[in-house]
């Protein structure tokens, strides 16, 4: 007999003697009976009316995420619960009342400091008659509607889990900055290296000291609080461990607020590139720095200058 042949009748055969059994006769224990695979029911999260779930569902899918409103070529993106809450709380504000006063589109359990309530209950935020929805897209929200953006900001304007999210702490941005004459008559800071807007300004060689004005600007901590303040000045562009080290001192005046450093250039080089950076701390153990070793080569360039 063939060796396949045999195959085929073992299985045959065994489905003979198990049907001729007896009823009584117990079965054989199956090995896999014993394993525990855990819950493996197909549940979903449900909606609960104080998340972003029931909130998207019940009002931002329906009377926002409409065609040439919020469904993605503009923010909030009101096209899915995640885009809602990502680009709801605590995101910054594009368009602001008169008065510059908010920060942020929604600021969990504080419905008065979060655009988005004022910009379905008040008629006038920017400008006349500019409610959300705005009369010529469509009718207002109902009360109904107002009543849960108001609860779900007061709870806490929770995700889809039910998790308050935390107010982000960013790192102190520092920007723009000028370079002037003692008596803030000269600008030398727009006179660049061969017009090139980033590349070393050019600083007069008979110019015994100068004052720069750093631009610095911070996501919570005012920048009048803002420490450390330092302006270090090297001729490496990435090693400033022997750089000179200047006190920076706050300003708030005109159209300026930010930090001033008065440089005395009797002991810095004539004819040599020197690079400077900037540092500031909101309290984190390292302070930030601008330019780092990591910037773009035309951020360092444009943070040093050349006295001749």
Not at 270 to 299: A, C, H, I, K, Q
Request: hydrophobic share 35%; with cysteine.
């Amino acid at each position: 007999m063939k060796l396949k042949h045999l195959f085929l009748i073992i299985p045959i055969a065994l489905v003979v003697l198990y049907a001729c059994k007896k009823d009584n006769e117990p079965m054989p224990d199956n090995p896999y009976d014993s394993i525990d695979r855990g819950d493996t029911s197909d549940t979903e999260i449900p909606v609960d009316s104080l998340t972003i779930t029931y909130l998207h569902q019940t009002v931002l899918s329906s009377r926002c995420a409409l065609p040439g409103c919020h469904v993605g070529n503009f923010e909030p993106d009101f096209r899915t619960p995640q885009s809602s809450f990502s680009t709801l709380v605590y995101a910054p504000v594009v368009k602001n009342n008169a008065a510059n006063q908010f920060k942020f589109r929604v600021v969990p359990y504080d419905k008065d400091m979060s655009v988005l309530y004022h910009r379905v209950t008040n008629c006038c935020f920017v400008n006349n008659n500019d409610i959300m929805p705005q009369d010529n897209i469509g009718v207002g929200l109902p009360d109904s509607s107002r009543k849960l953006i108001e609860r779900w900001i007061s709870s806490g304007a929770k995700d889809m889990f039910g998790n308050v999210a935390a107010q982000p702490n960013n790192e102190p941005v520092v920007g723009y900055y000028a370079a002037v004459s003692s008596d803030y008559q000269t600008t030398y800071s727009t006179n660049r290296l061969d017009s090139i807007y980033y590349n070393p300004f050019i600083l007069p060689a008979s110019v015994s000291s100068f004052i720069i004005g750093v631009q610095v600007t911070d996501d919570i901590t005012p920048v009048s609080q803002l420490t450390y303040n330092k302006l270090k000045i090297s001729t490496h562009a990435d090693d400033f461990s022997s750089a000179i080290t200047l006190p920076a001192t706050y300003v708030n005046g005109g159209n300026f607020e930010g930090y001033l450093v008065t440089v005395n250039t009797a002991s810095l080089p004539l004819n040599d590139t020197l690079f400077m950076r900037y540092y500031v701390s909101d309290g984190r153990p390292t302070p930030t720095e601008f330019p780092r070793n990591e910037s773009l080569p035309p951020y360092k360039t444009f943070y040093s200058f050349i006295r001749q």
